[in-house]
């Protein structure tokens, strides 16, 4: 019955899992945790599904499925969770060739989506004592990416850098 569930709970996530990547991660947390995983057991997961090759959400329903039932119920979560994009993208296809779409329309949309999931995510697997100058230089560094021509690299980077240098003084000067 347990390796019922997984299958349709990660069939649903492979329905709604447009963007991939951390996109999903939010929706595998709330489906998850805890009914079959603790908080701390998840991250962890999400750790070695995003270090392994393949799609976050593919290698969580793999994890899953092999810790509540072995072989055949990872095999089957692991099948759940790609089975509707697979027909999707083959009935895309098939539509493609006799309906004329605006691509960009499309993608703009399924952007939208994507980065709504993608703010989903960050807020589940934020820290329950979320540093605020953590937050403040993450909140810099989307608006610097988000609203300039600088590279994420050398956002990223120097956030990093300013943090290192700067964040212990300015933690003790406001008590953080």
Do not use: C, Y
Not at 28 to 47: H, L
């Amino acid at each position: 019955m347990q390796t019922l569930e997984i299958i349709w709970t990660f069939f649903k996530i492979g329905v709604i899992s447009f963007g991939g990547g951390w996109s999903v991660v939010g929706i595998i947390k709330n489906d998850v945790v805890p009914r079959w995983v603790s908080e701390t057991d998840f991250r962890a997961m999400i750790a070695i599904a995003q270090s392994t090759p393949g799609p976050i959400a593919l290698n969580a329903a793999t994890m899953i499925g092999w810790n509540h039932g072995g072989f055949f119920s990872a095999l089957a979560a692991t099948i759940s969770v790609v089975t509707f994009p697979v027909m999707a993208i083959a009935a895309t296809t098939l539509l493609a060739k006799r309906v004329r779409l605006r691509g960009d329309a499309l993608q703009e949309s399924l952007r939208t989506g994507s980065l709504a999931m993608i703010a989903m995510t960050l807020w589940t697997l934020r820290p329950d004592s979320a540093d605020p100058l953590v937050l403040a230089f993450g909140l810099a560094a989307f608006v610097t990416g988000a609203f300039t021509k600088v590279n994420a690299l050398w956002v990223i980077l120097g956030s990093g850098l300013i943090d290192a240098v700067a964040g212990p003084a300015i933690r003790s000067l406001l008590g953080i």
